[in-house]
């Protein structure tokens, strides 16, 4: 089974800054995808970045970056020139592929999550 | 617009009543999928169904029952034997469960009571 682990609970940034949201995952497979996903006060789930674990180059949407290691199993999430619209929950996440459709395939698996507060 | 709808967003109901909450997608996606979220947890999945009258148990499906009839709708019952109802559950779809449209897109959720 995969787990997902973000260590950080809570985090502050000042508006504009940069912050960096950490996640690591456990597992012992090779296909796979990472994403991240930002879940603000209206509690509705938004897709933020996703990551292949076959590509090497790290993922970019906009100010949204990933520092992925796949020998470390880390996935961190750097939010460049913060505004008060990131205020929300992130969740990182892990999908296994399967070749098959078969109990876990495509599934998706969550860590607990990180509330970033932004500050003005 | 196209989208997943889900209604209604707060729902409050007695212990011991069977609760049905509404998921309903426009996307045309095969693939659908029920979370659940508690405080300070990430989601964790429930049911999920690959194609019309097919659905496979997640990781926390005792208790809870869905049917998919209709490749738009997914409805989830929560019945009287889940020990602790109350949360926040959400749904998703993706285009198919193969690996080139794998992208979940979530509705916005319900949250439920029980007293």
């Known amino acids: 089974a995969q787990t997902v682990t973000q260590s950080q609970p809570e985090m502050s940034v000042q508006e504009a800054e940069t912050v960096t949201l950490s996640c690591t995952y456990d597992?012992?497979?090779?296909?796979?995808?990472l994403f991240w996903y930002k879940q603000p006060p209206s509690r509705q789930m938004i897709l933020v970045i996703r990551?292949?674990?076959?590509?090497?180059q790290n993922a970019t949407e906009n100010r949204f970056s990933v520092n992925f290691q796949k020998a470390a199993k880390s996935f961190s999430l750097k939010i460049s020139d913060s505004q008060l619209g990131d205020t929300a929950m992130y969740f990182c996440?892990?999908?296994?592929?399967?070749?098959?459709?078969?109990?876990?395939?495509?599934?998706?698996?969550f860590g607990k999550g990180t509330k970033l507060s932004v500050i003005p | 617009d196209g989208g997943i709808t889900q209604s209604p967003k707060y729902l409050f109901r007695k212990e011991g009543q069977n609760v049905t909450l509404s998921c309903e997608q426009n996307?045309?996606?095969?693939?659908m999928y029920w979370y659940r979220q508690d405080p300070g947890q990430g989601l964790r999945l429930i049911y999920y169904s690959q194609i019309v009258n097919d659905f496979q148990k997640g990781d926390i499906a005792e208790g809870y029952s869905v049917s998919r009839e209709k490749k738009e709708s997914f409805p989830l019952t929560v019945t009287s034997a889940q020990k602790n109802p109350t949360a926040f559950y959400l749904c998703?779809?993706?285009?198919?469960?193969?690996?080139?449209?794998?992208?979940?897109?979530f509705g916005p959720g319900t949250r439920l009571t029980v007293t």
């Open positions: 996440a892990f999908m296994k592929l399967g070749l098959y459709s078969g109990a876990g395939s495509y599934q998706l698996t």
């Open positions: 996307l045309n996606h095969d693939a």
């Open positions: 990551q292949e674990a076959y590509k090497q």
């Open positions: 597992t012992s497979e090779n296909n796979y995808y």
């Open positions: 998703a779809s993706s285009k198919t469960w193969r690996r080139v449209d794998y992208e979940q897109y």
